[in-house]
């Protein structure tokens, strides 16, 4: 069993910076495939970035690419969000997820969930 609880979300200017972090608990963390999706009101969950438990196989959506990295520090059970330059339209409810296999991109994959950080950028 893995719990994660999402934390670092807040309002933000366009052009700003955030760090999104995601605290697991579960003995086998370490061991899970990370992601990060966000959920805009009115729009479908949509996946953001997932990192392999290993760090070697990392996927970002087009539409962050370039602005947002993921990292994970396992021996903190602690999986990172960074985001830079961001855009209004990086606005939503942020959440983390995990898996035992490799990254992929559909929501549905993903078999554990928090309960999600929002982020605000203003223009």
């Known amino acids: 069993q893995v719990q994660l609880v999402e934390s670092g979300g807040g309002l933000v200017q366009a052009g700003a910076s955030l760090r999104l972090s995601c605290a697991a608990s579960?003995?086998?963390?370490?061991?899970?495939?990370k992601g990060w999706f966000r959920q805009a009101p009115g729009k479908e969950r949509e996946f953001v970035a997932a990192?392999?438990?290993?760090?070697?196989?990392?996927y970002y959506a087009d539409s962050v690419k370039g602005r947002f990295t993921v990292s994970r520090d396992n021996a903190k059970n602690t999986v990172y969000l960074q985001m830079n330059s961001l855009k209004p339209e990086d606005t939503a409810v942020y959440y983390c997820a995990a898996r035992s296999g490799p990254p992929v991109v559909p929501v549905l994959e993903y078999d554990y969930w928090g309960q999600g950080t929002q982020v605000t950028v203003s223009s």
């Open positions: 579960g003995r086998t963390f370490s061991t899970y495939t």
């Open positions: 990192m392999s438990w290993s760090g070697n196989i990392i």
